[in-house]
């Protein structure tokens, strides 16, 4: 009994780290749409395990976390700024590159779904498709 105990304590563990470190990502994934005329339309972004990748029509990378709502985009030598609203929603993302300020508001579909993010999307997926065809 003390063993079964033991290991249900051990994997709620390991169960709140995993979760600790994916949660704070949530808060940035989606779509964010720049003004027109901007070099870039459009970015989305996504996460895998603890990156978070910018894909764009030029493509897809993997951005740096620094801080609090900042990141670090090394192939342009750009820092990317997050900011967020009064409720701690993130609302708008900010790169600086080139001398130039780009700034994207974050699409509304996004900001306003639910389950708040991509990721999301994906786990309700996996559970769809692999884990309800499994016959136990």
Excluded: C
């Excluded at 996460?47 to 609090?68: F, R």
């Amino acid at each position: 009994m003390k063993k079964i105990f033991l290991m249900a304590v051990i994997l709620m563990g390991v169960m709140a780290t995993v979760n600790a470190q994916t949660s704070p990502l949530k808060d940035y994934l989606g779509k964010y749409v720049f003004p027109e005329g901007s070099p870039v339309a459009e970015v989305t972004l996504t996460a895998e395990d603890t990156v978070l990748t910018l894909n764009s029509a030029m493509g897809s990378v993997a951005i740096e976390k620094k801080g609090v709502d900042t990141f670090y985009l090394a192939a342009y030598d750009a820092p990317i700024i997050f900011k967020r609203d009064a409720n701690h929603a993130v609302i708008t993302l900010t790169i600086v590159v080139q001398g130039m300020e780009l700034t994207a508001q974050k699409s509304a579909a996004t900001a306003a779904s639910p389950s708040g993010s991509a990721f999301a999307m994906k786990e309700d997926d996996f559970y769809a498709k692999v884990w309800a065809n499994k016959n136990y």
